[in-house]
């Protein structure tokens, strides 16, 4: 048996391609019409998770809401100079990247320990730190002021190089949100991606204990 799945349905691998591409698009193109480029391949990263990971029909329904609102937005941003709407698009960005992971995990705790375990929760982890860099942007557009302190209202490569640097709680204090909800953002981040990693560990570690022989 292949934990009742078939084997051809389920891959990893092409998910991480696909956030890698995202993340190239986002730090490489002009962020005004890279973000319609980005939403596309999101879309198309978060479809093939939700498929993968057979999830239930009410959450597949709630993101193809995502999806529409996400694709709306973007085209608008490419005509409107409005910043609301700029920032409403990486919000939906946002949604999109924070959806998957749920299915991801959801997938993941019915597995053994195996390669596609390790690729769908590298993946799930990719996937907390471009949707938190999203919701940076998101709320430097939204919010009167600055997004950082020093360095001011950074780009999108900004923002997403702070999440990661964040998530993995590494720290380098180049970036620094200057107030709220930035920081409280920030903070979320850093406990979700520890709580993360603790979390895969102690799966990792369970499954590979070795059992007690019978008397």
């Known amino acids: 048996m292949t934990d009742g799945i078939a084997t051809g349905k389920r891959g990893y691998a092409p998910v991480i391609g696909l956030i890698v591409l995202t993340y190239v698009l986002a730090t490489s193109v002009t962020e005004r019409v890279g973000v319609t480029l980005v939403l596309v391949v999101q879309i198309g ?20 809401a995502v999806f529409a609102l996400a694709l709306v937005t973007a085209a608008w941003a490419l005509v409107l100079p409005a910043g609301w709407l700029m920032g409403s698009t990486f919000l939906a960005g946002c949604v999109l990247y924070a959806i998957a992971p749920v299915a991801i995990v959801a997938d993941l705790v019915r597995r053994a320990v195996d390669r596609e375990l390790m690729l769908g929760a590298l993946a799930a982890y990719l996937m907390l730190g471009m949707a938190f860099g999203f919701a940076y942007r998101g709320v430097a557009f939204l919010q009167p002021g600055p997004f950082f302190a020093d360095a001011g209202d ?51 570690v369970e499954a590979w204990r070795p059992r007690r022989r019978r008397p």
Do not use: C
């Not at 939700?50 to 329904?61: C, D, F, K, N, Y």
């Not at 709680?169 to 180049?174: A, E, F, I």
């Open 45 to 64: 990263t978060v479809w093939q998770v939700l498929r993968l990971a057979s999830i239930r029909s009410r959450l597949r329904q709630a993101a193809t």
């Open 154 to 204: 950074a780009a999108l490569p900004d923002t997403l190089f702070f999440s990661f640097v964040t998530l993995t709680t590494t720290g380098y204090g180049d970036l620094v949100p200057a107030g709220n909800p930035g920081r409280s953002l920030a903070v979320l981040e850093a406990l979700t991606g520890q709580l993360f990693l603790v979390t895969a560990v102690a799966k990792v």
